[in-house]
């Protein structure tokens, strides 16, 4: 049961992580729009760095508790319940995992598909 549930909560840390580095983005750039209202015309040239600074401290920063559950998780159940509950993780996990990346690969699929109608202009009053 431990095991199944271990993808699932990987990407629940993942998508928390990926929302709160998204909400420092728009932060940012709202900053630079408010301080340097030309960057909406073309005029000024907006600060790609600081972006790109936001984004590469985020994703290490959040990536920390994610990768403490994947290398942590084993060695507690292993410690704590012996191997036989080893033997019960680890397949839960990939099983569960792979369930959860077809899900994943379809559903991208699905919004890509969304995406390029919607730009084809279908969506249109």
């Known amino acids: 049961m431990v095991g199944a549930m271990l993808p699932y909560l ?3 840390f993942t998508m928390k992580s990926v929302g ?3 909400l420092g983005m728009v932060e940012e750039i709202r900053r630079q729009i408010r301080e340097q209202p030309g960057i909406l015309t073309g ?3 907006p600060d790609y ?3 790109i600074r936001i984004s590469t401290q985020e994703s ?3 990536m920390i508790a994610p990768g403490c ?3 942590f998780s084993p060695l507690l159940i292993g410690i704590a319940f012996g191997p036989k509950a080893i033997a ?3 397949p839960g996990s990939l099983i569960s995992g792979v369930q959860l990346a077809i899900s994943a690969a379809n559903t991208g699929g699905a919004w890509d598909n969304a995406k390029k109608y919607i730009e084809a202009g279908n969506m249109a009053d």
């Open 43 to 45: 005029e000024v040239e």
């Open 69 to 71: 559950l994947v290398i």
């Open 20 to 22: 709160k580095a998204a």
């Open 60 to 62: 290490l920063k959040e």
């Open 49 to 51: 760095k600081a972006c």
């Open 88 to 90: 019960g993780l680890l």
């Open 10 to 12: 990987f990407s629940a």
